[in-house]
């Protein structure tokens, strides 16, 4: 199906999200939040008591979870639980579970579901690598550590919650050290993604660069 794929893949808090969103928003196309889907396995896992260690049940997890998407919104078991996969401890335990292949070939077929017309604009780690290597444009957006704890530092004081730039930092790096080195689709850019740093874009230059590409690629 030749359904167009434009995919954002980036470290943590690279703005690969608020990018996606609004590229989606100007194209008309659908979104996958694909980190969504690891956090809400994460999620699950935990209410059912299930370790960040276990493959196996990690993996009958993210197959059997009940998920349904409206909009932005993730609801599981017909609860919205999209508020709680934005916590630290969810997002933490996101990125050990994710590096279990299992889990990664269980949440496969769920990704590519979301490839429908118009058009899909999807982020992640390996959505221009694995899930989408036939995308029609890959860009692969990075941001200095310390510009990227900066925004996470203001998105937590904005909702009132206090928190350290050294602590957060040192959280994202560990993170991205994570994602980088494990053996399967560790994040790393696709070898014909274009390279975009935003520490000094704003979202709306960082939007009309990617629109330009796109258009070039129509
Ligand atoms: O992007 P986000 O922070 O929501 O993702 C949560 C975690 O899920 C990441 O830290 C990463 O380890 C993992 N992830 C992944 N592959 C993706 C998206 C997210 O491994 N495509």
Redesign the pocket.
């Known amino acids: 199906a030749d359904i167009p794929v434009l995919t954002i893949d980036g470290p943590?808090a690279s703005g690969?999200g608020t990018l996606s969103a609004c590229v989606a928003d100007r194209l008309g196309y659908h979104t996958l939040?694909?980190?969504?889907l690891?956090?809400v396995t994460a999620l699950a896992a935990r209410r059912a008591g299930v370790a960040a260690t276990d493959e196996a049940g990690l993996a009958a997890i993210a197959r059997s979870m009940a998920l349904r998407f409206e909009g932005v919104r993730v609801l599981l078991a017909g609860e919205d639980v999209s508020d709680d996969l934005r916590d630290e401890a969810v997002?933490t335990m996101?990125?050990q579970i994710?590096a279990w292949p299992a889990v990664r070939a269980a949440l496969f077929d769920l990704q590519c579901g979301f490839r429908q017309l118009p058009g899909l604009v999807a982020d992640?780690?390996?959505?221009g690598t694995v899930i989408f290597p036939d995308a029609r444009l890959k860009i692969f957006l990075t941001a200095t550590a310390a510009a990227r704890a900066e925004r996470r530092l203001n998105q937590l004081i904005s909702k009132g919650i206090p928190a350290s730039l050294e602590d957060l930092r040192a959280d994202l790096e560990a993170?991205d050290e994570?994602?980088r080195t494990r053996a399967t689709?560790p994040l790393k850019p696709a070898e014909d993604a274009l390279l975009l740093d935003n520490s000094q874009l704003g979202i709306e230059a960082s939007m009309q660069q990617v629109v330009v590409w796109w258009n070039a690629r129509q």
């Open positions: 943590t690969k939040d694909s980190g969504s690891y956090r997002g996101a990125s994710s992640g780690r390996d959505m993170r994570r994602d689709a």
